[in-house]
């Protein structure tokens, strides 16, 4: 579950990508996506939702893959590991769409249990790192 949770850290942030893509071609036109994109381009509607979704899911990515990589690579397996990265990888997806859908509450709550994810997870890499082993 451990390397499926870094994996769908990835696609998100990718997905992301694409979708934000997807919506600047859709939403402001062929034109500026092949321009020098010296003209910035509005936060609002899904297009800056969009942005916004993907910024959000860098910085997630960022906060979250370190400590789990450091988790993996010292073998570090316990269901509390296999939880804290399926929990993760679940509120991040839901994350996702809920912020380009427009369900705010939902969408909140999603990132709140995803920090608390990437909270446990980095707790869990530091015991791993400082703990000998048993």
């Known amino acids: 579950m451990l390397t499926l949770s870094i994996i769908v850290a ?3 942030v990718w997905l992301s990508a694409i979708v934000q893509h997807i919506g ?25 939702r969009s942005a916004r979704t993907l910024r959000n899911n860098l910085e997630s ?16 397996s316990s269901s509390l590991v296999a939880v ?12 996702t769409l809920c912020y380009w859908l427009k369900i705010n509450s939902l969408r909140s709550l999603s990132w709140l249990v995803g920090m608390i994810c990437i909270a446990v997870m980095a707790v869990l890499a530091l015991q791993a790192t400082i703990l000998p082993p048993a």
């Open 61 to 76: 990515c960022a906060m979250y893959v370190p400590s789990a990589l450091t988790v993996s690579v010292l073998h570090q």
């Open 84 to 95: 804290t990265a399926g929990v993760y990888a679940a509120a991040r997806a839901i994350f």
């Open 10 to 12: 990835g696609a998100l």
């Open 24 to 48: 600047n071609l859709t939403g402001i036109g062929a034109q500026w996506v092949m321009s020098d994109r010296s003209q910035a381009v509005r936060d609002d509607g899904f297009v800056g």
